[in-house]
C-alpha cells in the first residue's frame, strides 16, 4: 500500500511539472501577486486563546488514542500543553495565517514566479509541522513530505507536499490527504509534533516573526 501511494504521489509530482510549465506558459509567465493585505486579514480573527483551543483538541485526540497509555498519565496534560505552546506559537501562527494554493512554482527568473488559483481550503491557514518521507532524483529532484496545518476556523489537515527542482525551476504542489478527525487521522507522534513546534517557535523567534 504505502508503494503504491509513493508511486501515485511520484506520478503527481511529474505531474505537477507539466501543468505548472504549461499553466505559466497560458498565463505568459504572469507573476501571481499574493494580495498581502488579504494574507494580513486573513489572520486578524486569530487570537491566542483561540490558538489554545485549538491545541487542547488536537492533543485531547493523543490523550484519547493509544499514546494515552504512553503520555504523562497527568490529568489534563493537553490542556497544560496547549497552553504553553498557544503562548509560544501564538505571534508565528498570527503572522502566517494565509491563502495556501495547490500548486505553485518559479521558473529561475525574478518576476516569473506563477501559482495555481485554486485554494488547498477554504480557509486561511498555517502549517504547523512537517516530517520529510523520502526523496527521489531521476532528471530531476523530487521530494516528498507530510503536512500539518491549522486552519482559521479550528480545523486541522494533514497534506501531501510534493517539490520538483530541476536547475532554477521549481513545482511545489499540495494534495490534500485528510481532515483531523479523530486520533487515527494523525500520522505523526505527539512527541515528534512537540519537538516540531518547539523548533517552529524557535525559528518564527530567530527570523524576527516574534
Known sequence: MRERLREELMTAAV???????????????????RDKREDSCAGSGMTEAKLKEYLCRLFKLYADGRCARKENTESCWWERDAGYFAELLYPYVRENMKTVLKMEGADGCEDD???CIEKLFGHPACQIYREPIQSFYFNID????????MLEDGQ??????????EGGRKVTCRLLDRYVREYRDIP?????????????AKEGKRQGSF
Open 156 to 165: 486541522f489537515a494533514v497534506v501531501n507536499f510534493i517539490a520538483a527542482n
Open 188 to 200: 505523526f507522534a505527539v512527541e515528534d509534533l512537540k519537538t516540531g513546534l518547539a523548533l517552529l
Open 15 to 33: 505531474l505537477a511539472v507539466f501543468a505548472g510549465a504549461f499553466y505559466a506558459w497560458r498565463k505568459g509567465r504572469k507573476k501571481v501577486e
Open 113 to 115: 514566479d506563477f501559482g
Open 142 to 149: 523530487l521530494s516528498w513530505e507530510m503536512e500539518l496545518w
